[in-house]
């Protein structure tokens, strides 16, 4: 992440929103706005840590036939010239099954895997089959996560950190208060692995806050929502912050 | 065939259970899981608990005998009667102890999922009694149905917030309240209220409605000097089912039922019956059973009756099903509104629809009785809450 000499931009499209046309195209236009990482948001029935915004876009593709498997072959299909990171909820993993999940995620070309609702330590011998897998297990801190257990999140993490910025589901507008540079900090002292920041991060001028701090900003809700209005509101958006990211001189 | 361990303190019921969340939630679910172990044993936290059940909500309910239900049902049927707790329902003994738990931890604010409105209107009614703010999410179909129990809850001063995401019912409602939860986690308490979720909670709601089964026993062995040959309860999350289950976990040659709702039957595919019909998979933070598609999406449930009507069910039920400890049966829709009736005829005694499926369980069982057995039938609310939606679906105006 830190290799590109800039802050990275890691947009997040929910597979088969809003058709699935179209969140093939809104994967390549992506990277072909500079996204150095794309997370890829396998649509869930019951996404409980998301808002609205990425609720709504889960339920439209679903209703319009997205699976488990076509996000992987969507996947496949646009061949992206950078990581992808499989978003996801465990149930649809679990029934897919794991070692077959892996498998599969790996041969269309994915990288990593971010699981909301796995934390770490919660199944031990579920986290020891995905680390031992091809992707890289991609670990989310939270504001809430105690230093005590930071520890043992960040020797299990992969890949990056991904540090959620605030309390709340994706798309909250809470505040960012000075409690992200301390968990940054946090992290910090306690790994190198790169760290990306997400959650309710919507303009260029967030972006451009965040990245002072960070190595990464993921973007989800407010890319969500352009894509609602179609592809070029939402290239539009990944410019903007392209450009903010690009202006924040790198440590 | 698993190893049965009764009444397991740690987070997992055999391979079900465990604590599937968002990592914001992890801290709080620490730190209620500490707080929880250490009132276990605090004398002076089971004596305020103890007071309240006994002198507001008028524990212990009593065990009452059922003479006209007895001869329809070929056994001695003995009626615990949850149905005469403080609220209408047991799910009083479990708000009020997760209050008690709220205020040692500091949190000020609460918040509560309600399917059929009865743990919305005892959250409501724990909050009233200590002063504590109190946020109900309630499906928007729900509240349609449940019309009166909206109304008890927002006298009783809650805000009741309707949700309209995905099956407007108990599931989406659980969403919406995990949601707030991960928001405001610093401040608020989540009062989950059924044996269903994350880590502690399905330990947790499990002792705090253990009393039923602890009553239970004492009450059937000061009644027939034995201990009974079943015991039967309604499942939806399974908490009253859990409760009373308690009380015999450890007494093998008492046969323990739950009864599922079958909605329109199990081959319609609108039921919710989830250990029947339902495949492992996880949701709202637990592994156990769950209705779900071949792509591991959640499937809407369906019922006649609000607080069945969850695709899933708590941990232990799985455990026990698998175990062989506990066996679940399911019951339809018409059955449970014929023995609803019923049982309103036979004994003066107007239970609500979750129930009214434990009922037309043993009803339907009567060929096969000996006329000694002792059956105890966990009444787990009245039906109040249920008589305009009855009257409606029957288009009577009797």
Redesign the interface.
């Known amino acids: 992440m830190r290799a590109a000499g800039r802050s990275a931009l890691i947009p997040y499209v929910t597979a088969g929103f809003p058709s699935r046309a179209r969140s093939l195209e809104a994967l390549q236009m992506v990277a072909d706005e500079g996204a150095d990482f794309v997370e890829v948001g396998v649509p869930?029935?019951?996404?409980?840590?998301d808002?609205?915004v990425i609720?709504r876009a889960s339920?439209h593709a679903?209703q319009q036939g997205m699976?488990?498997?076509g996000v992987l072959e969507l996947v496949a299909e646009a061949a992206l010239p950078v990581p992808v990171i499989l978003f996801s909820?465990?149930?649809?993993?679990?029934?897919?099954g794991v070692d077959r999940f892996l498998r599969d995620a790996r041969a269309v070309g994915a990288d990593g895997l971010l699981l909301?609702?796995?934390?770490?330590g919660?199944?031990p011998g579920l986290e020891e089959t995905l680390r031992r897998g091809p992707l890289d297990l991609i670990?989310?801190?939270?504001?809430?996560?105690?230093p005590g257990?930071l520890v043992g999140l960040l020797a299990s993490a992969d890949g990056f950190v991904y540090l959620?910025a605030r309390?709340?589901?994706t798309g909250?507008r809470?505040p960012v208060t000075a409690e992200l540079a301390r968990s940054v900090a946090a992290i910090r002292a306690r790994s190198s692995l790169p760290i990306a920041v997400g959650f309710g991060i919507d303009s260029g001028e967030q972006a451009r806050a965040v990245a002072g701090l960070a190595d990464g900003v993921v973007v989800g809700t407010a890319l969500v929502r352009r894509l609602a209005d179609g592809v070029p509101a939402a290239r539009a958006l990944v410019g903007e912050l392209r450009r903010a990211l690009d202006a924040v001189a790198v440590a | 065939m698993l190893i049965a361990e009764p009444m397991p303190t740690t987070g997992r019921f055999g391979p079900f259970g465990g604590r599937y969340v968002p990592e914001t939630l992890v801290a709080a679910l620490e730190d209620l899981a500490t707080t929880y172990d250490a009132v276990r044993d605090d004398t002076g936290f089971q004596a305020e608990l103890g007071g309240l059940l006994r002198e507001y909500v008028g524990r212990p309910t009593p065990l009452s005998e059922a003479p006209r239900l007895s001869e329809a049902a070929g056994c001695r049927v003995l009626l615990k009667r949850e149905d005469l707790a403080h609220t209408g329902a047991h799910k009083i003994n479990n708000t009020l102890g997760q209050i008690l738990l709220a205020r040692r931890m500091g949190k000020h604010r609460i918040i509560a999922e309600t399917g059929a409105g009865q743990h919305g209107v005892a959250t409501a009614t724990a909050c009233a009694r200590y002063g504590l703010a109190c946020v109900v999410y309630m499906g928007a179909d729900d509240m349609e149905r449940q019309r009166l129990n909206v109304y008890r809850m927002e006298l009783l001063g809650a805000t009741v917030v309707p949700v309209t995401a995905g099956t407007r019912t108990l599931k989406d409602a659980t969403n919406e309240a995990l949601r707030d939860w991960v928001t405001n986690v610093v401040t608020t308490h989540y009062v989950l209220g059924s044996v269903v979720g994350p880590d502690p909670f399905p330990r947790l709601v499990r002792d705090f409605q253990a009393v039923i089964g602890r009553e239970a026993r004492a009450q059937v062995l000061d009644r027939v000097a034995r201990l009974p040959d079943e015991v039967v309860a309604c499942v939806g999350g399974g908490s009253n089912a859990m409760g009373i289950f308690a009380g015999f976990l450890d007494a093998p040659a008492v046969r323990l039922i739950g009864v599922e709702a079958a909605g329109e039957g199990l081959a319609s595919g609108r039921h919710a019956a989830s250990l029947a019909a339902g495949r492992p998979g996880v949701l709202h933070g637990s592994l156990s059973y769950l209705l779900q598609s071949e792509d591991g999406q959640v499937l809407g449930a369906h019922s006649v009756s609000a607080g069945l009507d969850y695709p899933g069910v708590g941990p232990e039920h799985a455990f026990l099903k698998e175990s062989g400890r506990a066996t679940y049966a399911a019951v339809s829709d018409t059955d449970a509104l014929a023995a609803f009736e019923t049982l309103a005829r036979l004994e003066g005694i107007v239970p609500a629809l979750e129930p009214a499926h434990a009922v037309a369980w043993v009803l339907a069982q009567a060929a096969g009785r000996q006329g000694d057995e002792v059956v105890v039938l966990n009444v787990s609310g009245r039906g109040d809450k249920d008589v305009a939606h009855v009257a409606a679906l029957s288009g009577a105006t009797r």
């Open positions: 869930f029935s019951d996404p409980l840590a808002g609205p609720q339920h679903l699976t488990t498997a909820y465990l149930n649809p993993i679990l029934r897919y909301t609702d796995l934390p770490g919660a199944d670990r989310l801190v939270a504001p809430t996560t105690s257990r959620i309390l709340g589901v909250a809470t």
